[in-house]
């Protein structure tokens, strides 16, 4: 990145309007007006072919005719005049243009190549684009305010939350709550098509920026993923990012023929980029504009555990409801806390977490409680519930949550829950702390739980994803390329297996065969009980095909399902799979005497231009698509992020043990998750895969895949 391109585009010292009006109804008349009344201090060229004038200032018919060479040219005129513009702006010297102009890639066909036509233009003059069909960017910096933009909002302070947008309406709403909430952004930015100036460019500028604490991202598809991953994970060790992805119910699942890839949506995969980067989700504009208030003014709180004050039972109780709900903890406190509270405190007040002050608990109360917890060694952040009663010094009780404060490493937020008019001097001291006063628990507890989600992440370990010495990645790339060479789609059983060996992970006993003798003799050599199952590119899912038989216990039994087989299965190339039976026979017990039923779990993966292979983890079996139970990661993968696919799924309690079951063995699973991590890495001919069950037990030897489906 070119950091003097952006520094030009936020900080530039002169501005041509090319496309500018006198309508006041247009865009060209907006962003002149908004640079005036924004207080931009350099100079501002009007561009008009026939004005002399517009809004109070010298109009020029070409940006050529302009007396100086422009930091920054907006572009507001008709998408076929856009090249040209660029061209002329190009042989003036313009570092930077804003193209407000719609009607590129969005509408498909030719606006797909005017926009590679404007950006090969601009390349010849190292002219950099930012948009088109964008909104622009503003900067609240006092000494360079800048407000290169067609919507407006009146920055009544300057504050610490930049906020870039994909959609300039959905940025634009950000922004004027984030104004009613009373704090004031640093930097904004909208660049819609992003044909050139990318949103992992702007956010690396902002990694930069001093005055930038927190920033707010609204994305709705990611173009460059690699790089996005890469700049953001570097961004989100030091400065939090929240995030919020729209166009989730309208982009549909490709249509796909493996379990895993009709899980797998773009959403999805965005959900694990953000994972995989620390940034904090958000599903709506309200929660991220709060969260942000939190972020922009209280330190990054050390742990889940909140202490909680309040003047009346009520609001303490739902503040209690509301973190846990959120995924806090309420501490007990220690003992030292409690004699110290129930010397200062009224005698009927409540010393345990929550602390209930009473309704008539003045400033000296409010203090003494607030101190306590903050000092608690079981307490991570505090949430101070206010209800102003009309018989308390309500604004000596807001002086004394100001003072602490301001005077504190731990997060403090504040509910207050009031009539804004009445108590507008009570709210503003509060404020003045830069301590955000939220209406309500559930709003506080929700900004908290993000905040204590970005503070886990931060503490994640840095290790690198394990590299497995053992693994045969010739051998493994070779039965790709063979299939491949074959034209062939999928894998077959036998090549599957042989794939997973590649890499140590382990598979059921299995033979493939033709006819029913040799399925007989490889039969013996397997050893029943055993399973049958069909092998065909044409047979996705076998189970609901008939396709596969378990539990069969002689070569009786199993000549008779090979005879049903071959009337059921009889086109080209179907292949019959002999394979050692390690599951529950019909009573609930395991096939093998002694050992605990297994449980069942897949692994799936399905490679994502650009971003590479997106895993899957989850219950296995016929369930994996009827319950969901799934969670997600991007490849290559760390011990933390292996460890963390099995143990985010809501079902994690029963491959730990429940109800007398033994623990499956977590530590073999989080191996085969990081073998197939490498093979994955290693092996991008890989389009889709399903282990599908891997059977898992108490006894990391038992551990296996018994069915595999690749797609290549």
């Known amino acids: 990145m070119n950091s003097s391109t952006l520094t030009v585009l936020f900080y530039p010292n002169s501005i041509a309007i090319i496309g500018a009006s006198n309508r006041p109804l247009t865009i060209g008349y907006r962003i002149s007006q908004n640079l005036k009344d924004a207080g931009f201090k350099g100079a501002i060229y009007p561009v008009h072919p026939k004005e002399s004038e517009i809004n109070g200032l010298k109009a020029y018919p070409s940006i050529l005719a302009v007396p100086e060479t422009p930091d920054l040219a907006h572009i507001v005129v008709k998408n076929s005049m856009v090249p040209q513009v660029i061209e002329d702006c190009g042989k003036k010297g313009v570092k930077c243009v804003i193209i407000n102009t719609a009607g590129f890639k969005e509408t498909g066909g030719d606006g797909i190549e005017l926009e590679k036509q404007i950006v090969s233009i601009a390349k010849k003059y190292n002219v950099r684009i930012f948009g088109p ?18 919507t407006y909002t009146r920055i009544t302070k300057p504050g610490n939350i930049s906020i870039i947008a994909q959609s300039g309406g959905v940025g ?35 990694a930069e920026d001093k005055e930038t604490r927190v920033i707010i991202l609204h994305i709705e598809s990611l173009a460059q993923p690699a790089e996005f991953i890469r700049i953001a994970s570097a961004i989100t060790r030091h400065k939090p990012i929240l995030g919020m992805k729209t166009g989730r119910t309208a982009m549909g699942a490709r249509a796909v023929s493996s379990h895993t890839g009709s899980l797998m ?36 709180p050390k742990g889940l555990r909140v202490g909680i004050i309040t003047n009346t039972g009520g609001p303490g109780i739902i503040a209690t409801d509301e973190c846990v709900l959120a995924g806090l903890s309420i501490p007990d406190l220690s003992e030292n806390t409690k004699t110290f509270l129930k010397a200062n405190l009224f005698p009927e007040a409540t010393v345990s977490n929550p602390v209930d002050v009473l309704a008539t608990a003045g400033p000296k109360e409010y203090a003494a409680a607030i101190d306590a917890l903050l000092k608690e060694p079981n307490v991570d952040s505090v949430m101070v519930n206010f209800i ?19 005077n504190t490493s731990k997060p403090l937020l504040s509910v207050v829950m009031t009539d804004k008019k009445q108590w507008a001097e009570t709210l503003e001291t509060i404020k003045s702390a830069g301590l955000p006063a939220y209406d309500l628990p559930e709003t506080a507890s929700k900004a908290l739980s993000a905040m204590v989600q970005y503070g886990l992440y931060r503490q994640r370990p840095q290790a690198p994803p394990p590299v497995f010495t053992d693994v045969d990645k010739v051998r493994a790339q070779s039965i790709i390329l063979s299939a491949q060479k074959a034209g062939r789609k999928f894998l077959s059983a036998k090549d599957g297996f042989e794939l997973l060996k590649a890499y140590k992970i382990p598979v059921a006993k299995f033979a493939l065969e033709e006819t029913t003798d040799a399925c007989l003799k490889s039969a013996d050599r397997v050893g029943y009980p055993l399973v049958l199952k069909v092998d065909s590119e044409t047979v996705v899912h076998k189970s609901d095909q008939g396709g596969v038989i378990t539990g069969i ?38 096939a093998v005497a002694g050992r605990q039923k297994p449980a069942e779990v897949i692994l799936g993966a399905s490679f994502m231009e650009g971003l590479g292979h997106l895993m899957m983890f989850g219950l296995g079996g016929i369930f994996v698509e009827v319950l969901k139970d799934v969670s997600f990661r991007i490849a290559p993968l760390t011990e933390y992020d292996a460890r963390g696919m099995a143990e985010s799924i809501k079902s994690a309690a029963v491959l730990k043990g429940v109800r007398g079951r ?10 085969i998750t990081l073998r197939l991590s490498q093979l994955l890495t290693d092996c991008p001919g890989v389009v889709e895969l399903d282990l599908n069950p891997v059977m898992m037990f108490p006894e990391a030897e038992d551990c296996k895949v018994v069915d595999v489906r690749i797609e290549i």
């Not at 102003?388 to 301001?406: H, M, N, Q, S, Y």
């Not at 033994?662 to 191996?671: D, G, R, V």
């Open 662 to 671: 033994k623990s499956a063995a977590m530590e073999k699973l989080t191996e």
């Open 172 to 206: 634009e709403v950000i922004n004027q709550r984030l104004a009613e909430l009373g704090t004031g952004i640093r930097m904004y930015a909208s660049n819609g098509n992003a044909a050139d100036i990318s949103i992992p460019e702007i956010l690396s500028y902002w």
């Open 133 to 150: 069909n964008c909104q622009g960017v503003i900067n609240s910096d006092p000494s360079a305010p800048l407000y290169a933009n067609f």
């Open 553 to 590: 216990k002689n070569s009786v039994e199993l000549a008779g399902h090979l005879k049903e087989f071959q009337k059921r299965f009889n086109g080209v190339g179907v292949k019959y799979m002999i394979q050692e039976y390690i599951g529950a026979e019909e009573s609930g017990q395991c």
């Open 388 to 406: 102003t009663p009309f018989f308390v010094d309500c604004e000596g009780v807001a002086k004394e949550i100001k003072r602490l404060a301001e």
């Open 265 to 300: 949506k773009a959403d999805t995969a965005i959900d694990a980029v953000f994972d995989k980067c620390g940034i904090i989700p958000f599903t709506n504009q309200e929660d991220i504009c709060q969260a942000a208030l939190a972020f922009a003014t209280q330190p990054v």
